[in-house]
Structures are given as C-alpha cells and as structure tokens.
C-alpha cells in the first residue's frame, strides 16, 4: 500500500476547495413572454384598425393616425421593458471566496469579491411586507443583492445564501481517496 503524494492530495484539495457551495442568478421577471408580446400587438393592431375605420369613412382621417401613435407608444414601452429585463446577478459561493457579479441592461458589469468567512448577510424587514433588502457586508464594504425579488421569493434566497454561507465557512467535504 502505498502513500498518497502529496502534490496531489494538495491538488485535490484545491479542487474540492473551489467547488461551489452556493451558485445563483437572479434576472428581473416578466411575465409576458415572446408569443405573448406578439398576441397583444396583433390584438392591440386590429382593435385599432376596426376602430378606426368608421373615423376615416367619416372623413376624420387623422384619428388613425393617432391610432397608430397608440400602437407606436405601446410597442415602445414593451421594448424598453424587455431590454431592462436583460439585467442579472450571479453570485458563486465557495469555501474560498464569495463573487457577485451584477449586470445592468446596459451590459454593465460590477464584481464584488469576498472571503466567506468575513462576509455576513445583513436584511431589512418591515412588518407588513416582509423582507424588503438583503446585503452583503465584509470589511465595511456593502453591496445589496436579490432586488429583483419579491420579498417572499427574497426570503426564501436569504435562507440558502444563509445555509450556503455557514457550510462555506466549515470548509471544504474533503475526503480523501
């Protein structure tokens, strides 16, 4: 029988030491999708055109126009909200490290880096709603997390970042070969 080499066992170690724990991504939701978006321009189109046929018949021609700025400014605020939606936070919890990377729908990227065991998880709770902001806190730095989620979904997020957060600071399951 012979003894396991030490470079390798440092390896594996390495390895099992950035395993993540913890690894989620928040995005904003929405609930209309594609189809959906599609289903509503069309209905949104027909109704107007429907209604104003009788104006231009009438001879009050520019009615339609006015329809289709309606059109033209629903179709515009349903783009905006489906670029917003382009925004997300990822955060990877290992025995080692804790990293959240936050995108704007710009495509903006901030990256927040910490040790687990000098992270602590901070929340704000308010009576009525629930849990309103949850932040991460290590060092004197401070960076707010999961407002995308509704209070309920932010707590049920809390607990496993919480869960995820105590067994990164036991350390790695090493067990050796």
């Known amino acids: 029988m012979s003894k396991p080499d030490p470079e390798s066992a440092a ?9 993540p724990v913890f690894d989620a991504t928040i995005t904003p939701h929405r609930s209309l999708g594609q189809s959906g978006f599609r289903l509503v321009m069309t209905l949104v189109c027909l109704t107007s055109i429907v209604a104003s046929v009788p104006f231009v018949l009438l001879g009050a021609w520019p009615v339609a126009g006015f329809f289709g700025l309606d059109i033209l400014a629903l179709f515009i605020a349903f783009k905006v909200n489906f670029n917003t939606a382009r925004a997300f936070e990822r955060i990877v919890v290992t025995p080692l490290e804790i990293v959240l990377r936050q995108v704007s729908h710009r495509g903006k990227e901030a990256v927040w880096r910490s040790n687990p065991a000098w992270t602590k998880l901070e929340r704000e709770h308010d009576e009525d709603y629930g849990l309103m ?45």
Request: aromatic share 6%; proline share 6%; glycine share 8%.
């Open 133 to 177: 902001r949850l932040a991460l806190v290590s060092r004197g730095r401070k960076v707010a997390l999961a407002a995308a989620l509704s209070p309920q979904e932010r707590e049920g997020f809390a607990s496993a970042l919480s869960a995820a957060l105590t067994k990164a600071r036991r350390g790695p399951d090493y067990e050796p070969v």
């Open 11 to 19: 390896a594996a170690f390495g390895a099992v030491a950035e395993r």
